[in-house]
């Protein structure tokens, strides 16, 4: 299932080929419309996938802090989400609508 990630009604993320991790999609780093992501300083530990790299998402200046993350270096239990993306803190991820045209 196409799976988008949506800031300010806009779609900040598109893929068809997300991996679901306790019940976050994570979609790969070539689906991210990299001009709304700013690297942030904040950092977190998983006890099971690693440490975690967060990223500010800015949409014509509506700013999220935090609202990305993804583990560059995920343990080997996690490795299916290396160089991937979820989201929170007001990104809406949900199936892809269909262009009704």
């Known amino acids: ?3 988008q990630a949506v800031f300010e009604e806009t779609v900040i993320a598109d893929s068809d080929d997300t991996v679901v991790v306790e019940g976050n999609h994570y979609f790969p780093e070539e689906s991210l419309r990299r001009e709304h992501f700013q690297p942030s300083a904040t950092t977190s530990i998983c006890p099971w996938k690693g440490k975690a790299s967060y990223y500010t998402v800015d949409v014509g200046g509506v700013v999220s802090p935090d609202a990305a993350w993804t583990y560059p270096k995920p343990t080997f239990l996690a490795r299916k989400i290396k160089g991937h993306f979820a989201f929170w ?3 809406e991820v949900r199936p892809a609508r ?4």
């Open 89 to 91: 803190n007001g990104v």
């Open 98 to 101: 269909q262009d009704h045209r």
């Open 1 to 3: 299932m196409r799976m």
